[in-house]
């Protein structure tokens, strides 16, 4: 993942929908490595500074759904409480689009976003018979039997299409550089200006960032992983809160007495170090990337063991999180463990390398301001 990175640098590959395929955790060497680079600085501090009001608006509306739930004493799904939450997120810090999933738990966005996860039992028929039979995958997708849903990545890719037609078409409501979108829309085919070489000619230099399709591939991405993968720890995080009433009572009076009633943002949660090891603590025992895969590039060894060109090898996330080697007592929830424990390969939440979850930055983020605000209305034990 690091110091062999040159030879598993690459996932493994995948069939998937076009223009899913194009996304930058289905590309390869140079492709990879220019897409990386040219989405990577939209998770920058300046960035995300800009985002934590949006980010705020959302978590309140989560909170008084929570309250209003509190008061007919009854129960909550709060995965698709925090399912929509990441979804609302997404839309209004990402793409400047309001949409209030939280209040309508069918809303089109949510649905499509879910069905990624939670594919047909026919898809996964034919998901195993393409692991059985790698030629069969391709023909599967192109008729529409893959484990990703034709359907979902075109209500995507449509949704991504219209909102860069409306922007092109209006530039006044968007300033460069202003959410993801934006960025990424600011780094299309871009041509620099005309040098003299050695030999006295001209040469034009062209550098060619980010296609349109290619646009819309990472937007597909941001949709469908930032809904999930958030939502996911949020409800873990909520339970684990919900098991440990003292852990419950120790986070909430940490955002008490360093924020008061103060408005989370980008700096203050930086202070709230009990609270980052709740959730260091919580991704720990469930990393919602349980499983990493690298494909061997070159042929290597290392230790004694040979790595074959064009074998998949498996990094199992959760077993190294839960090695009594490397955790003490690994089963049992001690966010203080974090305390005198650094964060080493050991912590495989985000992955680890080159490519290590693009968004963890703002995953984290999301993460802190939505439970400060939680925290501080809702109480369970």
Known sequence: MVKSFDNFRNHRILSVPYPLNLGVGFMEDAAWKRVRNTVSPTFTAVKLRRICGAINDCARTLT??????????????VKACFGTFSMDVICQAAFGIKVDSQTDFNHPFVVHAMSMFRPTKLALAFSVLSAAVPALEPVFNKLGYGIIPRKSVAFFAT?????????????????????FLQMMMDASIEEGKDDNNDDGQTVKHSVRHLSTDEIVAQCILFFVAGYETTGTALTFISYNLAKNPDV??????????ILGNEEPNYDNIGKLKYLDNVISETLRLYPPGYVLDRCVSETTQIKGLTFSKGRTILIPVMAIHRNPQLYDDPDSFKPERFEDQDKTIAFQAFGFGPRACIGMRLALVELKVALVNVLRAVKKY
Do not use: C, L, P, W
Not at 68 to 74: L, S
Not at 248 to 257: D, G, L, R, S
């Open 159 to 179: 949704i991504t299409d219209e909102m860069m037609k409306q922007r092109r078409n209006d530039k006044t409501h968007h300033q460069e550089g202003t959410d």
């Open 64 to 77: 008084a759904n929570f309250s209003k739930v509190m008061q007919k004493n009854a129960g909550v799904n």
């Open 248 to 257: 419950q009572e120790k986070a909430y009076n940490e955002v008490k007495e």
